[in-house]
């Protein structure tokens, strides 16, 4: 054998041993591979070289988005500007759980619940000032807002303000969304924790071997996260965190003659087809750990053009919609849900025309309309310290929130 | 490492020479296939054939004008005729493979009996080009013009969609919806470098001879057609005509730059390029420090990329044997703007050098003009072109120029300081300092003229500029 052949064979040789080598150390650091990333996920640029993100990382279209979808909570949390530094001592720390609403579709971040929030510089009795954090995810499923929900406990939230929609419910949809899928040994954590009725062994989960846990295994993961630094630069230089198209089609008024919602006909909303389990299960996370929770029927639109009699907009026939929310009222009624649970049905706050692309999605007046609600209601949670003005206000408030379904639960 | 300097150069015998051959063939057929396969997708009815067929034509064209008093038309010729002939039309014929139609290109070939009436053409330009061309100098210089002029052609956007919208009435397709971007003539101008290189050479009695074969394999040479190196016809020769064995060597280095190449372009350029200046986020970015961001990520990303091409193309030329020109040597870190340019994109430079630049020079000379005014306006045209040469816009202009200016004033710096400011050699440690000022300095000089370069229009490089600095 020549020197050469030598050389090549030996420079072949410590290529394979350490290819195996980081595969395997790789693999070891991330197993389970839950999400992809379990260790690296949480190193990040963001909240170091770039700004935190003010919501989590969500986008189809990275290139104008500055933004991209990726399956690692902790990449996603670490990317977030909750994740900046430990919680400052005057910070009365309120986390926002929702769907695409919540998120903020098509609004700027200071137009989002969020945004708009912080704006106010609430104070609280004790002193401190509420500062929300947008952990909304534009995916319509509670089992996916539990998860979220009970990753983002580690960082001691004073209340959980969750918003949620009849379109979430549906118990045979809960798992159906790539997120959860790919979370699936923390999902199935939480099912066997809470005796959630979704099956453990569901076919739809995404059951990583070791091997998945390699770096072979997780490129498409790895790459993610990669990206989602490089993305965060533009985030910072420009504050953009989604595309917001020129023109978009609104949501539909003029609706079909159809009453069926999910394949169910009226005139029977069976509860067992609403997760209610999963919605109870947040109440528990955030209870165990003795964290109040407000829960929110999120406004809908309330379409008035054609059908309107029949549904209430494209997602909800009337039928079913107002099943739900008698399903709401009762099993959140402060007779059965613990003490510091909070609901308010803010249903029909938002008048018709400020929803923007969907029966859910918020335009920025809407959104304010909606924040200022939920701000009284903080507000009251928290024990706030009014100026006279605010007093007035809050009066105000207090009398609307009454009327959309307010309940107190003292503890 | 192993590098082919260990080798002795290999000796010349029946098998390397036979496998030279074999090589040779290979490469002319990969490179007139590849020319179709990489050829992107156009919305214009069969151009994504017409287009690689063109540049065979033009090759076998040029080639005809070049070949003056070599047998022309022999028996190696019509080996190699027949070969090329032969390929295109077995491309053209995949369009009867159906579900395979789209085999090597990337929509239907268009109709047999079309591309033979085509190749007809080709063959009568080629007598033509043989008969006219190579004995007169005049003819020469018309078809150079005749080159630069389809280069302005598809460089200059009101023309490419004038273009544009000739090919679609052409092809019976509405006119309404032309657009310069569906002229995507794959490497036609590195194709157009070649050429250039072929005609100059052949005038000044440079250009040695070379088999039809042997010529197109140099015009559309796979790996170095989409981003270069542009090589010259002698040196390519050499390397295409010397004994040949595959050796591990080589075969060795061929992988580590292919690897090399493929990290930077892959991760690196692709990871940066997420962040870097680009007309959008140009116009969004608010900031100082987040612009400066943004203009540096472009002008890593520019290198990494064009680099990790570059890297690739020399790589797979060097597995086969082929050692392509270098492109880069660590630019950045040049201590002025000459070494920069001796140093990024050298081939495309040393073109520039090799067939405007000095013989301007020594033109303007004979005029007896002043040596200052002969460098300004030798640096300045010469980078005008090169600016022009990546599209006739306002932008690239500029950058040309911008460059131009650079160069004549380090030219007049260096004259002025080594009079007096020069360093005794025994202070390395000064002259070192220096020479990384000077690296910041250029690089800063280079990235602000990226801006020129990565955005369409002046107004908002000038607005780039007035963020960059706080204005």
């Known amino acids: ?411 | 490492m192993v590098t082919s300097e260990r080798h002795p150069p290999i000796a010349a015998s029946r098998f390397t020479i036979a496998q030279a051959q074999v090589r040779n063939s290979a490469l002319f057929v990969l490179s007139v296939l590849a020319i179709y396969a990489l050829q992107p997708s156009i919305p214009i009815r069969y151009m994504d054939f017409w287009f690689p067929t063109a540049s065979l034509g033009l090759a076998v064209v040029v080639w005809a004008a070049t070949a003056t008093g070599q047998r022309l038309f022999d028996r190696a010729f019509a080996m190699d005729g027949l070969a090329l002939v032969g390929m295109v039309i077995a491309v053209a014929a995949t369009r009867y493979l159906d579900p395979l139609s789209s085999l090597i290109t990337r929509s239907p070939a268009p109709d047999v009996s079309a591309v033979l009436i085509a190749l007809v053409a080709i063959a009568g330009l080629m007598v033509l080009a043989s008969r006219l061309v190579g004995p007169r100098p005049a003819w020469t210089t018309a078809l150079v013009i005749g080159l630069i002029a389809l280069l302005i052609l598809l460089k200059y956007e009101p023309l490419t969609q004038g273009f544009a919208s000739a090919l679609r009435a052409w092809q019976g397709q509405s006119v309404a919806a032309a657009s310069a971007l569906d002229v995507r003539w794959l490497g036609f101008s590195y194709i157009f470098f070649r050429l250039a290189s072929a005609l100059r050479d052949r005038a000044a009695g440079r250009l040695p001879g070379m088999l039809l074969h042997e010529f197109v394999t140099y015009v559309v040479f796979a790996p170095a057609l989409i981003a270069g190196p542009i090589d010259r016809p002698d040196r390519f020769l050499r390397d295409l005509r010397a004994p040949f064995r595959f050796n591990l060597a080589d075969a060795t280095e061929g992988a580590r730059r292919i690897a090399t190449g493929a990290f930077k372009k892959f991760v690196v350029a692709d990871l940066i390029a997420v962040f870097a200046l680009n007309e959008v986020n140009a116009g969004q970015a608010h900031g100082a420090p987040w612009m400066w961001l943004l203009v540096y990520a472009y002008a890593f990303r520019l290198y990494f990329d064009f680099g990790g091409y570059t890297d690739i193309a020399i790589g797979i030329a060097r597995s086969f044997g082929i050692k392509l020109p270098e492109n880069f040597n660590r630019p950045y870190l040049k201590p002025n703007l000459t070494q920069f340019w001796n140093s990024w994109h050298m081939s495309l430079a040393q073109w520039f050098r090799a067939y405007y630049f000095n013989p301007l020079t020594r033109a303007l000379r004979t005029r007896e003009w002043a040596m200052p005014i002969i460098i300004f306006v030798g640096q300045a045209t010469t980078m005008l072109l090169i600016g022009l040469w990546h599209g006739i816009t306002w932008n690239f202009a500029i950058w040309g120029l911008w460059h131009g200016l650079g160069l004549f004033a380090h030219n007049r710096w260096a004259e002025f300081a080594r009079a007096r400011l020069a360093i005794p050699p025994e202070r390395r440690r000064l002259q070192q300092a220096v020479d990384a000022a000077g690296a910041l300095v250029t690089f800063h000089f280079v990235a602000l003229g990226w801006v020129w370069f990565a955005l369409p229009d002046v107004a908002l490089s000038l607005e780039v500029f007035g963020k960059l600095f706080g204005l």
């Not at chain 1, 005057?90 to 929030?117: K, M, P």
């Not at chain 1, 998860?147 to 045979?172: C, G, K, N």
């Open chain 1, 1 to 411: 054998m020549t020197t050469d052949r030598r050389f090549v064979w030996r420079v072949v040789a410590k290529v394979l041993v350490l290819f195996i080598a980081l595969n395997l150390a790789f693999a070891l650091a991330n197993f389970p591979a839950n999400g992809g990333l379990a260790a690296l996920g949480r190193l990040s640029l963001y909240n170091v070289l770039w700004p935190g993100r003010a919501r989590l990382p969500y986008g189809d279209d990275p290139a104008r988005a500055y933004n991209l979808s990726l399956y690692s909570l902790e990449a996603m949390f670490a990317s977030h500007e909750l994740s900046r530094a430990a919680k400052p001592a005057g910070e009365f720390r309120v986390l926002l759980i929702g769907d695409s609403s919540t998120w903020g579709w098509l609004l700027r971040n200071e137009d989002t619940l969020a945004g708009r929030i912080n704006a106010m510089n609430l104070p609280t009795e004790d002193g401190r000032t509420v500062r929300a954090y947008n952990l909304g995810y534009p995916i319509m499923s509670l089992t996916k807002d539990v998860l979220l929900l009970s990753h983002a406990m580690r960082y001691q939230p004073d209340l959980i303000a969750w918003l949620v929609t009849l379109e979430s419910f549906p118990a045979d949809k809960q798992l159906d969304h790539p997120i959860v899928r790919h979370n699936a040994p923390t999902v199935r954590a939480l099912i066997a924790d809470y005796q959630l009725r979704a099956d453990l062994n569901d076919p739809s989960f995404v059951n990583p071997s070791f091997l998945d846990g390699t770096l072979v295994g997780q490129r498409r993961a790895l790459a993610d996260w990669l990206r989602l630094q490089a993305y965060g630069a533009l985030w910072g230089a420009t504050g953009i965190d989604q595309h917001y198209p020129d023109a978009y089609e609104p949501a539909q008024r003029d609706l079909e003659a159809d009453a069926s919602f999910k394949g169910m006909a009226p005139p029977l909303l069976p509860s067992e087809a609403l997760a209610f389990d999963v919605l109870d299960a947040g109440i528990r996370i955030a209870a165990e750990a003795g964290v109040p929770m407000l829960i929110v029927n999120e406004p809908i639109l309330i379409s008035q053009g054609r059908n309107s009699h029949i549904r209430y907009n494209f997602f909800y026939p009337r039928w079913a919609y107002d099943q739900y929310r008698e399903l709401m009222r009762r099993h959140l009624h402060p007779t059965t849900v613990p003490d510091g649970v909070y609901y308010l049905d803010a249903w029909d706050l938002v008048p018709q025309h400020e929803f923007t692309n969907s029966a859910v999605h918020l335009t920025p007046q809407g959104s304010r309309i909606l924040a200022d609600e939920l701000a009284a209601r903080i507000h009251l949670i928290a024990g706030g310290r009014a100026t006279t003005a605010q007093q007035t206000a809050s009066r105000t408030l207090k009398r609307k929130a009454y009327n959309h379904g307010w309940f107190t639960h003292e503890r």
